[in-house]
């Protein structure tokens, strides 16, 4: 399964942004999609997951709330939706999926940036 995150943005704060992951390939194997980030000198960060077939959530306490994570399954692709957005919310932001890996995340993408700025 390939994934190509999509969406990232300069934007000011309390601003929305909707990020997307698109798969290709083996997608009748994704379990979950997940959406991580990574800001500058910190750790990768887990957001948001679903689960491909039952579309059940997960959300880190820091975006439930503001952040939506949703899937088009027709599509092959996940979202997120961000709103009420924070200058700490500056990082690149990733996608990635569970694919025949029981709980592992073994597919990413590439990444998108998120800046937001007054």
């Known amino acids: 399964v390939q994934l190509q995150a999509s969406g990232g943005g300069l934007l000011r704060p309390g601003g929305s942004l909707r990020l997307s992951c698109a798969a290709s390939g083996s997608t009748y194997y994704i379990y979950k999609m997940g959406w991580f980030r990574q800001a500058p000198g910190k750790e990768r960060e887990f957001l948001a997951h679903?689960?491909?077939?039952?579309?059940?959530?997960l959300y880190a306490d820091s975006v439930r709330g503001r952040f939506t994570i949703s899937r088009d399954k027709a599509k092959s692709t996940a979202h997120l939706q961000m709103n009420s957005l924070k200058p700490e919310d500056t990082a690149i932001y990733y996608c990635?999926?569970?694919?025949?890996?029981?709980?592992?995340?073994?597919?990413w993408g590439q990444g998108t940036q998120v800046t937001v700025s007054s």
């Open positions: 679903i689960t491909w077939t039952g579309g059940s959530t």
């Open positions: 990635a999926a569970s694919v025949r890996a029981g709980d592992a995340y073994n597919a």
